[in-house]
């Protein structure tokens, strides 16, 4: 006989003795697959419980499940409005005033002041002119209060 063949036939041999063994390790018992019902079945318990008729019985102690302990997560990063203020200033420096005006009408001076301190100096004034007096003048208090404000150093990380 060739090589192959030897080889062949013996690894269809060992298959074939090992899937023979596992059967009759299943119907005899001596293996438990959990979920399937093959040859004769013995009660867990039973089989762990049992003591010896020379030795006491010990209570065995019952299995109780601990609540594992989840980290909370992360706090979510705290929006920087100022980043959203200059990002907005950007986008203003390149629409006109007048349409501009329609867009900031129901602003409070505040939020308005707070894009205008961004933009470029040369825009700021034609919107100015472009708002009612009042909201104008409203509006520049809000900016020279914000100009004004001290500069803080960024916190140290």
């Given at each position: 006989m060739s090589k192959k063949k030897v080889i062949v036939i013996s690894v269809v041999a060992v298959l074939v003795v090992?899937?023979?063994?596992?059967?009759?390790?299943?119907?005899?018992?001596?293996?438990?697959?959990?979920?399937?019902?093959?040859?004769p079945q013995k009660p867990v318990a039973a089989?762990?419980?049992?003591?010896?008729?020379?030795?006491e019985s010990k209570p065995v102690a019952k299995f109780v499940?601990?609540?594992?302990k989840v980290d909370p997560p992360p706090p979510a990063p705290k929006p920087d409005p100022e980043k959203g203020y200059r990002k907005l200033a950007e986008t203003w420096n390149l629409i006109e005033p007048p349409k501009l005006k329609k867009v900031v009408?129901?602003?409070t001076p505040v939020e308005l002041a707070s894009?205008?301190?961004?933009?470029?100096?040369?825009?700021?004034?034609p919107i100015l002119a472009e708002l009612e007096d009042k909201q104008a003048s409203l509006v520049m208090k809000a900016i020279e209060e914000i100009a004004s404000r001290p500069?803080?150093?960024?916190?140290?990380?």
């Open positions: 090992g899937v023979g063994l596992t059967a009759a390790g299943l119907f005899l018992g001596f293996i438990r697959i959990p979920g399937l019902k093959i040859g089989t762990i419980n049992k003591a010896s008729p020379k030795t499940p601990v609540a594992k009408q129901k602003w894009v205008l301190v961004y933009m470029d100096d040369e825009k700021v004034g500069v803080q150093a960024p916190p140290k990380a």
